[in-house]
């Protein structure tokens, strides 16, 4: 037997609105993010040409939705179909289950490439005589149940190399919906099982992987995407398996941490990145103390700079403010202002009010500072 080489990749997400990133009235943050997720088709094809591997398997949600328009899927088979000598194994996922999405695969199967092969049946797919492809489809979105159960009943022929292709959490995940025991390689004789659903690079086993999503679309994995590059020598034999960069943004939440007396505005700085920030998505949780002068300081630092991003966002919620008198006669010594601030002032420090109520009255207190110092500048 000589060794398999193949791509796997999941929740390709094509069609995706990124409805929850603001939208610059002079940019087009959600049109590049779409851009990049289409892109990464070609990015993927790449990774298989310097691999040197025939076959792409996408361990589902390919599209963000069951019914993606005619421009996304058009588009995408069309940039599946530009080299011929890669084929592409599309498995319905939760957001493209076969339930609602029947039309879409139906439109697949009729308009696709033919290196473009979608598996709606839970039936083993010869990829070479000695390789077996073992596919389980969604037939629905939170099934409930685990779909790989049918995985160690699924023949393949003798000595033949077995990679199973599954979409769903293991039982580890509390966030994921499906149940996938994290040793099905053991009990259905898989020399790989290739996941989907996870949108994180994460390992099971040695055997049991999720690629996570080529191009990231939240806070949480602080890393650009990837695609695996896996190569399989024989049966019962230990994958070998390569981390290929595919995504173009990089996402990523970055705690400050502060405390009373701090450069806040320096502090900033010194955690951001110096390099390509055109295609960066930061998000700054700040914490601890600060002053309203360094209070300001700090949003008026982040003001400055965000531009230089894709996207930026500072979320001082958790960041509590001390203050004092002298900070009040920076707002006014008297009159209007003056009375609100020290109502804002007393309302933060009360003992009656509770905790969310004085952190309103704190941040208000801050916005006050900041309007007024904005004015004096």
């Known amino acids: 037997m000589s060794e398999f080489r193949f791509i796997h990749v999941s929740d390709l997400h094509l069609g995706r609105r990124y409805a929850n990133i603001p939208q610059p009235e002079d940019g087009n943050i959600r049109g590049r993010l779409m851009e990049a997720r289409h892109g990464t088709i070609e990015r993927i094809a790449a990774a298989a040409r310097d691999h040197g591997a025939e076959h792409v398997l996408v361990a589902g949600d390919s599209f963000d939705t069951p ?8 588009q995408a088979l069309s940039a599946m179909g530009r080299d011929p000598d890669i084929m592409w194994w599309l498995l319905p996922g939760n957001h493209d289950n076969l339930r609602d999405g029947e039309p879409l695969w139906e439109q697949i199967a009729r308009q696709a490439p033919q290196n473009v ?24 979105r939170s099934a409930g149940r685990d779909l790989t159960e049918c995985l160690p009943r699924m023949p393949s022929a003798e000595g033949a190399l077995r990679i199973g292709l599954a979409h769903g959490g293991v039982v580890d995940f509390v966030e994921a919906g499906d149940n996938i025991p994290p040793d099905r390689d053991r009990s259905a004789r898989l020399d790989y099982l290739a ?18 999503t080529p191009e990231q679309d939240r806070f949480k ?34 705690e400050l941490p502060l405390y009373h007396g701090q450069d806040a505005a320096q502090a900033l700085a010194a955690l ?41 966002e500072l979320r001082a919620e958790d960041l509590q403010i001390a203050h004092d008198d002298a900070d009040l006669d920076e707002i006014d010594q ?4 003056r009375k609100a601030a020290e109502t804002l002032q007393e309302e933060s420090r ?26 004096a500048r």
């Open 67 to 74: 019914t993606p328009s005619d421009v996304v899927l058009r």
């Open 117 to 140: 092969r979608p598996l709606t049946r839970a039936e083993p797919v010869s990829l070479r005589p000695d390789v077996t492809l073992l596919p389980c489809p969604v037939t629905y």
């Open 195 to 212: 996941l989907g659903d996870w949108h994180g690079r994460m390992a099971v086993g040695p055997r049991v992987q999720y690629s996570g």
């Open 221 to 254: 994995h602080d890393r650009r995407g990837v695609a695996l590059a896996v190569t399989l020598e024989g049966v019962g034999m230990p994958p070998r398996i390569e981390e290929m960069p595919i995504g173009q943004f990089h996402w990523s939440s970055i």
């Open 272 to 312: 951001l990145p110096a390099e390509g920030r055109r295609d960066a998505l930061v998000r700054v949780n700040a914490t601890g103390w600060s002053s309203l002068p360094e209070h300001d300081a700090l949003t008026t630092a982040a003001a400055r700079i965000a531009p230089d991003f894709a996207h930026f």
């Open 334 to 337: 008297a009159g209007a202002l």
């Open 350 to 375: 009360s003992q009656t009010l509770s905790q969310e109520d004085r952190d309103i009255s704190s941040a208000a207190l801050a916005r006050l500072y900041s309007y007024v110092k904005e004015d």
